[in-house]
Nanobody
């Protein structure tokens, strides 16, 4: 079992930035990766970033060049990561989720952190 928790959301003006953080604790496998999703009200959950140790980060076209993800620390019982989100617009408003994906054990989700961008 892996416990996942996001933090760092909030209210920000258009053009502003936030740094979201994700902490995953439990057993962390060597090939486990961290993914960020967001869900706007009435919309499907959207994959926006994938980061992992030893791999190039991947981003959705909608956030490429504005969002930057990274793994900040990792051992076999804990992994932490950040998602720097910048040049925000009201269209970036939504609930941001962190997910840990393990090729062997499945996926583990956090409860999300709300980001609201005012115009």
């Amino acid at each position: 079992q892996v416990n996942v928790e996001e933090s760092g959301g909030g209210l920000v003006q258009s053009g502003g930035s936030l740094r979201l953080s994700c902490t995953a604790s439990g057993y962390i496998g060597r090939k486990d990766i961290m993914q960020w999703y967001r869900q706007a009200a009435g919309n499907e959950r959207e994959l926006i970033a994938t980061v992992g140790v030893g791999r190039a980060p991947e981003y959705a076209d909608s956030v490429k060049g504005r969002f930057t993800g990274s793994i900040t620390s990792r051992d076999n019982i804990k992994m932490t990561g950040d998602l720097q989100i910048s040049s925000l617009t009201p269209e970036d408003t939504g609930l941001y989720y962190c997910k840990i994906f393990s090729p062997l054990r499945g996926e583990y989700w956090g409860l999300g952190t709300q980001v609201t961008v005012s115009s």
